[in-house]
């Protein structure tokens, strides 16, 4: 199996791990299956290790080494046919489907000005994120029983239709509550705006979320600009694209440029009502937003 196959599957497998450890396969209370998801991001980076260094040469080789002898068969294959492409979460989601792309030919929307470029309105500082991070969040995730006792205080996000969540490849799914509350309110004012301004169907796009330090130390081997101390650790934190958007019908084509400055309007109102602290990212092409008290 290539490798890349192997990096989509892991995070699926660490998580029927913890499920089949902790005995909850299929129907654990609701804290009981928060506490398998959120150890999620402890495990899978030791999982990902496993297969990238070569110790495990292949799929059935990890099942092997990971699950424990004794479990009952009919759970082994209960968790296999879980890791099915075509019986997975999102591909059973309606909110994951879309266009391609966003379609040619915009219509230009009445955008309000802010006062400054986006640079210098979105540019709080990172030491305000931290501060705000720290008060309200989780204790970054070290280890596998921080993982379970933080994980209570997270909820899980999944596209809806406030917004849709980009395949995650340096993070992870999760917020504490108030930052989803922030970022589906986000995405609800985004769509209300715009159908204000005569319409168009366009969702924002979140491209990162929920990091554990082992997930930093390997962004900051891609990205220069990742910071050790980064807000993300907290689950307090989120980044919404500003370059690319989830268009769900082309009946009303809107272009980029107008729709990120839709969006800015958006996010500013809440800044101003005191949700949150941001920072316009340009290398990343993104609204970096912290929720506040």
């Known amino acids: 199996m290539k490798k890349t196959t192997l990096h989509t599957l892991l995070p699926a ?13 299929g129907g654990g209370k609701k804290s ?4 398998n998801e959120g150890a999620l991001g402890v495990v899978t980076p030791a999982l990902h290790r496993m297969a990238l260094d070569g110790v495990a040469g292949s799929f059935d080789a990890i099942i092997s080494t990971a699950i424990p002898r004794d479990v009952p068969p009919d759970r082994h294959d209960r968790l296999m046919a879980i890791l099915d492409g075509s019986d997975t979460v999102r591909a059973l989601n309606p909110y994951e489907i879309h266009y391609d792309s966003m379609p040619p030919g915009g219509r230009k929307l009445k955008i309000n000005a802010l006062g400054g470029t986006l640079g210098r309105v979105f540019n ?17 995730l070290h280890s596998l029983t921080q993982a379970w006792a933080e994980a209570p205080k997270l909820q899980r ?3 809806c239709q406030a917004y849709y969540l980009d395949n ?5 799914p999760y917020l504490v509550p108030e930052a989803h509350n922030l970022l589906t309110d986000i995405g609800n004012a985004f769509r209300d705006s715009l159908e204000a301004r005569g319409g168009g169907y366009y969702r924002i796009k979140v491209t990162s979320v929920l990091r554990t330090p082992s997930l930093v130390k390997r962004l900051r081997r891609r990205n220069r600009n990742a910071v050790d101390t980064s807000a993300h650790l907290f689950g ?3 980044d919404i694209s500003y370059l690319k958007f989830i268009c769900d019908t082309p009946s009303i084509p809107r272009t980029q440029e107008d729709l990120k400055n839709l969006l800015g309007e958006v996010v500013e109102d809440q800044r101003r009502n005191g949700r949150c602290y941001v920072k316009y990212e340009r290398k990343q092409s993104c609204y970096h937003i912290t929720t506040r008290k």
Do not use: V
């Not at 009981?32 to 506490?35: E, F, G, K, P, Y």
């Not at 995650?168 to 992870?172: G, K, M, P, R």
């Open 32 to 35: 009981q299956r928060l506490i």
């Open 157 to 159: 996000l999944q596209s």
């Open 13 to 25: 497998i660490a998580g029927l791990l913890l499920i089949c450890i902790t005995g909850g396969c």
């Open 124 to 140: 709080d500082s990172n030491k305000f994120h931290i501060a705000a991070a720290e008060s309200i969040g989780i204790k970054p």
């Open 168 to 172: 995650l490849t340096h993070s992870l």
């Open 236 to 238: 307090t934190t989120f």
